[in-house]
């Protein structure tokens, strides 16, 4: 803890909403926040500045409005939470105590007190890396902030830049590493042809490496902080509801680390030289100055080196492009020729299998004719077997009707010899009585001509 609120000016880094740096504020030391998104800003300006929401008169949001899953009551996602629970007007100014031991609240031109509390929209880099925030810092609080670096170790220079001799770092996260990039696969043939892959990203998912934290803690010494706290495993929530039936739990870094103060060499060790006076102030700011433009022509003269390395990087990149696209060509010629492989193959294979369908079909068939040929052996030997019964109920019923003709001849014979005897005792009296006839016929003639003649 930095005790002297006069000299302790921190930075808040990744402030969200405002409520790590208004905490630090209301702690009594000076503090400037710095955010990158849009939407954390708007947001922060909107409860810090706009007046218009209380404690008394809060503002009623739902966070948990869309959320269908990991439910367990249809009232869940409906709740709502009240902010702000603090009004920070109050907590900086209003409930503050007098000036004299509240060094935050200072007077305006006009006389108004005003706590010193500001807000740096932007990037961090652009930000603080410039030249007028070197050695201007007292502390920097940052959480959940480092591992949204696309390089770690370029944000610990900044922040070791910054910081005074002895200044404090006070971190708190996981390393998620936003910018983590998609992984190699086994036909990245190399390094150009995986960035050639990736060109349409952003140059930093590439250029992005992910650490452990021993690697981040030798680069924070070798940098030239000291560790005078370190927690491992520290459990924390982001977003969370503590009502869902799944959340996201870090196991964050805790540490606090101080710059190294560097030790100045004086030719007189009395106890006067002890004490900073005003002089060595200024010969200090002189000192720092200088150093800030030696810094500042060095920071030039890299910008123009990374330029030509730039411009050599560029020629070198084309070259590799161009070699990139040839492998891509012969990617896609081997591509062609092993998907007209897989297409002949295919081929056979469906030629193959059509042939065993047709052989199955034939089969089927076969089997069907051979049941039919089969049914047809069974209805012929039924119709055979009737056939032959039928034959035989014929040739029985034609030796009945034999036997009925013979019995009805015999019965015939019989009668027809009874007949001929009874005609034959009846034909004598049958001649008498032609003769008869006969000789009244002649008579009848006799007289016709015996008329006719007359």
Request: with cysteine.
């Amino acid at each position: 803890m930095l005790h002297d609120t006069h000299l302790a000016c921190f930075c808040s880094l990744l402030l969200g909403v405002g409520r790590l740096a208004l905490e630090i504020g209301a702690m009594g030391y000076r503090v400037q926040g710095n955010e990158f998104s849009l939407f954390m800003l708007l947001a922060s300006d909107f409860v810090l500045n706009s007046g218009t929401c209380s404690p008394e008169h809060p503002l009623a949001i739902s966070p948990w409005l869309l959320e269908t899953r990991n439910v367990h009551g249809p009232l869940d996602p409906v709740r709502t939470v009240s902010i702000p629970d603090v009004d920070p007007t109050k907590v900086l100014c209003g409930d503050a105590p007098s000036d004299e031991n509240n060094n935050n609240i200072h007077d305006d031109d006009d006389g108004n007190d005003y706590p010193d509390f500001s807000m740096a929209a932007g990037d961090f880099l652009c930000i603080y890396g410039h030249s007028r925030e070197a050695h201007q810092w007292d502390g920097v609080v940052s959480c959940f902030f480092l591992d949204a670096a696309p390089c770690i170790v370029e944000y610990l220079l900044v922040i070791y830049n910054m910081l005074k001799p002895g200044g404090m770092l006070f971190n708190m996260g996981p390393l998620l590493y936003h910018w983590s990039g998609p992984a190699m696969r086994p036909d990245d043939l190399s390094i150009e042809h995986y960035e050639c892959r990736y060109r349409h990203l952003d140059r930093r998912y590439l250029d992005s490496v992910d650490l452990s934290w021993s690697d981040v803690r030798n680069i924070l010494e070798n940098i030239g902080f000291e560790i005078l706290e370190e927690h491992v495993g520290v459990r924390a929530l982001y977003t969370a509801d503590r009502r869902s039936m799944m959340n996201m739990e870090y196991r964050c870094i805790q540490f606090v680390a101080q710059k190294r103060k560097k030790n100045n060499k004086k030719s007189n060790t009395t106890t006067e030289e002890t004490n900073t006076t005003e002089e060595e102030e200024e010969e200090q700011q002189q000192q720092q100055q200088v150093v800030v433009e030696e810094q500042q022509q060095q920071q030039e003269e890299v910008v123009m080196e990374e330029e030509e390395q730039q411009q050599q990087e560029e020629v070198a990149e084309e070259q590799q492009q161009q070699q990139v696209v040839v492998m891509d060509e012969q990617h896609s010629v081997d591509a062609a020729a092993a998907v007209a492989a897989t297409a002949a193959v295919e081929q056979v294979m469906d030629e193959q299998q059509q042939q065993q369908q047709q052989q199955v079909v034939m089969e089927v068939q076969q089997a069907v004719m051979e049941e039919r040929q089969a049914e047809q052996q069974q209805q012929q030997q039924a119709d055979e077997t009737a056939n032959k019964v039928a034959t035989e109920q014929q040739q029985q019923q034609q030796q009945q009707v034999v036997v009925e003709g013979q019995e009805q001849q015999q019965v015939a014979a019989e009668t027809t010899t009874a007949t001929t005897a009874a005609v034959a005792e009846t034909q004598p009296s049958r001649k008498r009585s032609s003769q008869e006839l006969e000789e009244s016929k002649l008579d009848d003639d006799n007289q016709d001509d015996a008329m006719e003649i007359s």
